[in-house]
Nanobody, 116 residues
């Protein structure tokens, strides 16, 4: 089973930047598809960005041009660089790992608050 630990959340002003990290253990990282999701109060969890084991990348339309997902297979880590943050980006951000047999594992989440 994959264990995931996120970090990097916090409070930032509109227009600011944050970088989230998610460290994975318990599985061969390079074989995992990784993604970031977020859930704002009263809303459903939504996909923010994903990166496959072969580095195919996808973004939600709402974050294209502002967020960048990347991975380091040597550090077993996936990153989410978030620039030009907006108040509507405020949410709990979750890291997800999907194995080759489509088993999903989730991290505990990290809070991102964008406010002046």
């Amino acid at each position: 089973q994959v264990q995931l630990v996120e970090s990097g959340g916090g409070l930032v002003q509109p227009g600011g930047s944050l970088r989230l990290s998610c460290v994975a253990s318990g599985f061969t990282f390079r074989s995992l598809s990784m993604s970031w999701h977020r859930q704002a109060p009263g809303k459903e969890r939504e996909l923010v960005a994903g990166i496959s084991s072969s580095d195919n990348i996808t973004y939600a339309d709402s974050v294209k041009g502002r967020f960048t997902i990347s991975r380091s297979n040597t550090k077993n880590t996936v990153y989410l660089q978030m620039n030009a943050l907006k108040p509507e980006d405020t949410a709990v951000y979750y890291c997800k790992a999907r194995s080759w047999d489509f088993y999903d594992s989730w991290g505990q989440g990290t809070q991102v608050t964008v406010s002046s």
